[in-house]
Every structure is written in C-alpha cells, then in structure tokens.
C-alpha cells in the first residue's frame, strides 16, 4: 500500500489555546479529497480526542495523517512521555486522571480513549515512560 496524501502536524504540551485545531485541519484536508461525511465525522471525534489527550496529559508530540491507495485514513499520534502505565485502565469508560487545570477547561471526562477506539476501525496503542503512540485507521465507506 502506497501513501497519496502525507501531514503533520506538532503538538505543544498545555497548549489550550490551540487544542482542537489539528483535528479541524484533517478534516479539511479529507473533505477536500473527498471522503464520505459519516467517515470524516468518525475521524474528527478520534482525531480531536486524542489530540487533546497530548496537549493535556502528555509532554508534546506529533501527529501524522496518511492517506493510501486504497482509500483508507491512518492517524498516528506520537509523543515524547510519560506514558500510561496501564492501559487497560487508560480504556476504562470514566478513568481519567486530568489535571484540575484540564477538568475546569471542560476536558477529562475519562471518555476520549473508549470513543476513539468506538469510532475507528484499526486501533492500536503502545506506550512507555519514553512516550504513547496511538495508531488508528479508519476505512472510507457509505455509512
Ligand atoms: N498521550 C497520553 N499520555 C499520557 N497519558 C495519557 C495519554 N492519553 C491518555 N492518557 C491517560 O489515559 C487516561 C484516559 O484518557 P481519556 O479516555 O482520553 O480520558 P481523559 O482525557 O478525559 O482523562 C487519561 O486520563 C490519562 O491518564
Ligand atoms: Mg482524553
């Protein structure tokens, strides 16, 4: 499989100000291209909630979209640390661990990781103290 469209973007640790615009610009680059608007839909929810999970729970990052031959969408989020130590939590409904900083902006309802991993169709997550990478993939399609 062949890479036709490749960006990214960088992420700032606390950078409120700019949380959520990584996911605008994605959607604009697919909506450009074409994809279905049920599938964008799908890819702005994962894109902006594991957007706001560098800005707010990690030390900064990138993110990288890569659109292939056949169609399909891969988002992958990478950053420099801490990590999660235990993922099976981190996927927990409710499980959140976001500063009093995050929660009183309105982040932190320990929801962005279940619905990412909801709305995507390729979902995989590995982490360390050296840092989360977040790989998704979305399949365009008639919804
Ligand atoms: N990139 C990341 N780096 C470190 N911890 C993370 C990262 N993404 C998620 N987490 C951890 O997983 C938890 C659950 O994430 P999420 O479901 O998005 O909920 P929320 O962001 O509302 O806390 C976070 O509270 C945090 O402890
Ligand atoms: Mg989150």
């Not at 994962?46 to 800005?55: D, G």
């Not at 939590?89 to 929801?111: C, D, I, Q, V, W």
């Not at 709305?119 to 979305?138: A, H, M, N, R």
Request: proline share 4%; with cysteine.
């Amino acid at each position: 499989m062949a890479v036709i469209l490749h960006e990214e973007f960088k992420v700032e640790r606390n950078d409120y100000s700019n949380a959520g615009k990584i996911s605008s610009r994605v959607k604009d680059f697919l909506k450009q291209i074409g994809v279905n608007p049920k599938t964008l839909r799908r890819i702005a929810v994962a894109c902006y909630e594991a957007e706001i999970n560098l800005v707010i729970h990690s030390d900064g990052g990138m993110v990288y979209m890569d659109v292939m031959d056949d169609g399909s969408i891969q988002l992958t989020f990478e950053d420099v640390g801490p990590g999660i130590p235990d993922l099976e939590k981190a996927l927990t409904p409710g499980f959140s661990t976001a500063s009093n900083e995050a929660r009183n902006l309105g982040f932190g309802a320990g929801m962005g990781l279940p619905n990412i991993k909801r709305v995507s169709d390729g979902f995989d997550i590995t982490s360390s103290p050296e840092g989360t990478t977040l790989k998704l993939s979305f399949t365009d399609r008639n919804e």
